[in-house]
């Protein structure tokens, strides 16, 4: 069954850091891009980051600076480094996982709470 494992979340203060790290598994086909998303409470799952198969990132305004995402396509996996957290960045990140060729497919992880602290 193909599923996204994530680990790494927590609970910090503000100013410090946290890794959170996602594995595909029984995927069989290549992943076009990879990335974490985040949805906090009342709010609207947003994008945080994304990684591409060539390498390619694309980051929130409200993250670059302070987020670093990375990923090896060959393993599938992504992991994102979150430096100088901010009370904003409570929430639940999601691994996801998109196949934009035929055949295509969106995956979703289970989610890891993040909450930082003031």
């Known amino acids: 069954q193909v599923q996204l494992v994530e680990s790494g979340g927590g609970l910090v203060q503000a100013g410090g850091s946290l890794r959170l790290s996602c594995t595909a598994s029984a995927v069989t086909f290549a992943i076009d891009v990879m990335g974490w998303y985040r949805q906090a409470p009342g709010k609207q799952r947003e994008l945080v980051a994304t990684?591409?198969?060539?390498?390619?990132?694309n980051y929130a305004d409200s993250v670059k600076g302070r987020f670093t995402i990375s990923g090896d396509s060959a393993k599938k996996t992504v992991s994102l480094q979150m430096n100088s957290l901010k009370p904003e960045d409570t929430a639940v990140y999601y691994c996801?996982?998109?196949?934009?060729?035929?055949?295509?497919?969106?995956?979703w992880g289970q989610g890891t709470q993040v909450t930082v602290s003031s």
């Open positions: 990684i591409s198969s060539v390498g390619r990132t």
């Open positions: 996801n996982a998109q196949r934009i060729r035929f055949p295509p497919f969106n995956i």
